[in-house]
């Protein structure tokens, strides 16, 4: 089975970039979208088919994909976008989700 | 109003059986493919089923032969037949909207599922 490897958690400061990582064998070759969910709410899709950022949400939020790592880059971040962060790709009509991260804005 | 309502949760003795729904509103529900996620408490996301706007069905290992999705597009619902339940089944199940075969779109609140004796 296919597996998305994520850094438990991630620190960072008021206004500076956060950047968090996925894993997985060949990645770049898969599309990889990516999710928000704060404490008690249902996940948000933030990224999805690597770069593609949905209406309505912040520029701040983008993302790549290459190699064996997608990466959700959050610039200039906000004590709002304090949360669980997901990766999700596709293997053969199975849907995988990375183990998550959990984004601290100190 | 764009939304995804799931209904059905509740508790059940292991070895038992459960039907969720869940009811979309706002969209064209027939063109859509549709998912069922769930998370167990401090838990990450897993993927259960997913039922595609053709009516085919896909399930992970974990559940297959277990659980059996469905859809009534004139009712806009999905639904998730769970049977041989088992503790670890016990979770948060969201209703989810396919895009593009590769994402999630859209998310309801979810219906909680406790497996227990």
């Known amino acids: 089975s296919y597996d998305l490897a994520q850094t438990p958690s991630v620190s960072v400061a008021p206004g500076q970039t956060a950047s968090i990582n996925c894993s997985g064998d060949k990645l770049g070759d898969r599309y990889v979208s990516w999710y928000q969910q704060k404490s008690g709410q249902s996940p948000v899709l933030v990224i999805h088919e690597d770069d593609k950022r949905p209406s309505g949400i912040p520029e701040r939020f983008s993302g790549s994909n290459s190699g064996n790592t997608a990466t959700l880059t959050i610039s200039g971040t906000q004590p709002m976008d304090e949360g669980d962060y997901y990766c999700q790709a596709w293997e053969n009509s199975i849907w995988i989700f990375g183990g998550g991260t959990k984004l601290t804005v100190l | 109003e764009v939304q995804l309502v799931e209904s059905g949760g509740g508790l059940v003795q292991p070895g038992g059986s459960l039907r969720l729904s869940c009811v979309a509103s706002?969209?064209?529900?027939?063109?859509?493919?549709m998912h069922w996620v769930r998370q167990s408490t401090g838990k990450g996301l897993e993927w259960v089923s997913a039922a595609d706007a053709a009516g085919d069905t896909y399930y992970p290992e974990s559940v297959k032969g277990r659980f059996t999705t469905s859809r009534d597009n004139s009712k806009k619902s999905l639904y998730l037949q769970m049977k041989s339940l088992r503790a670890e089944d016990t979770a948060l199940y969201f209703c989810?909207?396919?895009?593009?075969?590769?994402?999630?779109?859209?998310w309801g609140r979810g219906t909680l599922v406790s497996v227990s004796s």
């Open positions: 706002g969209f064209i529900f027939s063109d859509f493919d």
């Open positions: 989810a909207r396919g895009r593009a075969g590769w994402f999630f779109d859209l």
